[in-house]
């Protein structure tokens, strides 16, 4: 990491909310994080920046993941205005792939994608849809 150790949150916000910050550093502190996978401390930086290189990568990561609600936190910020039906079914098919049953349902819902949804729902039925 470039900054050796993370800033708690006291240094976090000080730094986010400071007009005295500069882009590279905000870039950096998003980089550190995103590399120690606490990737919602790293959104909060590329938003400042309006790093949307450092945003992207965490939307693909999403995708990959399966995670709908990492998704949801970066999306505006790509300049999508709603969440692709698109995206949306690859987000709900790598989460079902993951068993992430919670992610998948509403990934399938913003789809509108009652085939999957009908799957989903065949497929955990009697193994409830607790894991996200």
Do not use: C, W
């Not at 993941?65 to 999508?80: A, I, N, S, W």
């Not at 998948?104 to 799957?119: D, R, V």
């Amino acid at each position: 990491m470039k900054h050796g150790k993370l800033p708690d949150y006291k240094e976090k916000q000080r730094l986010i909310y400071s007009a005295q910050t500069p882009e590279e550093i905000l870039i950096n502190y998003g980089d550190s994080f995103f590399s120690a996978e606490r990737y919602d401390d790293a959104i909060d930086f590329y938003e400042k920046a309006n790093y949307k290189r450092g945003l992207q990568k965490i939307g693909d990561l999403a995708i990959e993941e399966g995670d709908l609600f990492l998704y949801k936190r970066v999306y505006r910020f790509l300049g999508e205005k709603q969440i692709s039906y698109e995206i949306a079914n690859k987000i709900g098919s790598k989460a079902l792939e993951l068993e992430k049953y919670s992610f998948a349902k509403k990934a399938f819902e913003i789809a509108g994608n009652q085939e999957m949804l009908n799957k989903l729902t065949l497929d955990v039925e009697g193994e409830g849809l607790g894991k996200a």
